[in-house]
């Protein structure tokens, strides 16, 4: 069975700009959540979505967004960029959604903001 | 301050010797995972403790979840080098988001 796939794989992007993550989670994985990782704050839970719904959310500016399609697959967007929002960004999928889940990480994206 | 905290943050060690992580909380958790990753990948998933109490072993690796279901270990017996790496607890908290310990980076030396 394929693994997550996240593309791109590394992006850089300049402060004010936008950009947009992909997540194609395991086939028949329908719960995909989103993480940023970074030095200094570690793993942070973004949003999980389960079946095209958002689920649960945490603690981030409304600058980042996303959205399930009816496939699974997940799209990540954050918009007028600075220069904290460099970090590497993870998508886990799950066959189920909330809390026990079983979660399978994707190699994430790593966005340098400049 | 990180809701899960995780000890030590870094452990460097020589190939044989044994090892203990921590993961302490002073709230409780229905359940706790433990996560391994290594760089350009993201976190494995090595186990979930649900039970106070309970104790699971994966081969060289023991985990011990609290009585108090607050926090967790992870003891390493006769470490190997494809053991380093960066080991991370998280447990879901108020039922509507992960919470990641910061991790602990273990190298293990030939």
């Known amino acids: 069975k394929a693994g997550v796939t996240q593309t791109p794989r590394y992006l850089i992007k300049t402060r004010g700009q936008q950009v947009t993550l992909s997540c194609s989670p395991i086939?028949?994985?329908?719960?995909v959540s989103w993480y940023q990782q970074t030095p200094g704050q570690g793993l942070q839970f973004l949003f999980e979505?389960?079946?095209?719904?958002?689920?649960n959310k945490g603690n981030f500016p409304g600058r980042f967004s996303g959205r399930q399609f009816s496939n699974s697959r997940s799209e990540m967007n954050v918009s007028t960029l600075e220069l904290g929002d460099s970090a590497l960004y993870l998508c886990?999928?799950?066959?189920?959604?909330?809390?026990?889940?079983?979660?399978?990480f994707g190699p994430g994206t790593r966005l340098t903001v400049t | 301050t990180q809701l899960l905290e995780q000890s030590p943050q870094f452990l460097s060690i020589q190939e044989g010797e044994n090892l203990t992580v921590y993961c302490n909380s002073s709230?409780?958790?229905?359940?706790l995972q433990w996560y391994r990753q290594e760089p350009g990948e993201g976190p494995v998933l090595l186990v979930t403790?649900?039970?106070?109490?309970e104790v699971k072993k994966l081969k060289r690796l023991t985990f011990q979840f609290g009585d108090a279901r607050k926090d967790s270990s992870l003891h390493i017996t006769a470490a190997q080098t494809g053991d380093t790496g960066l080991y991370l607890c998280?447990?879901?908290?108020?039922?509507?988001?992960?919470?990641f310990g910061a991790g602990t980076r273990l190298t293990v030396k030939p």
């Open positions: 886990a999928s799950s066959s189920l959604a909330g809390e026990g889940l079983e979660q399978y």
């Open positions: 086939s028949g994985h329908r719960s």
């Open positions: 979505y389960f079946s095209e719904t958002q689920r």
């Open positions: 709230s409780v958790f229905s359940s």
């Open positions: 403790v649900v039970t106070g109490g």
């Open positions: 998280a447990g879901w908290h108020a039922f509507n988001d992960m919470r």
